[in-house]
């Protein structure tokens, strides 16, 4: 079994910022992406962005220069600084993990997703 658990949504205002946090635990052999989706009412789930445990940084065109994604490898967490909200920034942002398993499986697992909502 594997948990991802988030932390640090809320409400903010447009300029805001946040800083979304995520830790892993259970049975983890190894991690080799982690990073966060969001999925906002009425859409699908997006990438916003990842972190491979090789370093190499994905993020969506949306969100590049504003949002900042960092990892400890060694603690298998994942933090989301985010700056400049906007509006359309509002979503549930859930964390995800390509977990090594001690077993020997390798799958996707989320979080339960944490909101954040920018308004004024």
């Known amino acids: 079994q594997v948990q991802l658990v988030e932390s640090g949504g809320g409400l903010v205002q447009p300029g805001g910022s946040l800083r979304l946090s995520c830790a892993a635990s259970?049975?983890?052999?190894?991690?080799?992406?982690m990073g966060w989706y969001r999925q906002a009412p009425g859409k699908q789930r997006e990438l916003v962005a990842t972190?491979?445990?090789?370093?190499?940084?994905n993020y969506a065109d949306s969100v590049k220069g504003r949002f900042t994604i960092s990892r400890d490898n060694a603690k298998n967490t994942v933090s989301l600084q985010i700056n400049s909200l906007k509006p359309e920034d509002t979503a549930v942002y859930y964390c995800n993990a390509f977990v090594l398993t001690r077993y020997g499986t390798a799958s996707d697992y989320w979080g339960q997703g944490t909101q954040v909502t920018v308004s004024s």
């Open positions: 259970g049975d983890i052999l190894s991690i080799s992406a």
């Open positions: 972190k491979t445990s090789g370093g190499s940084i």
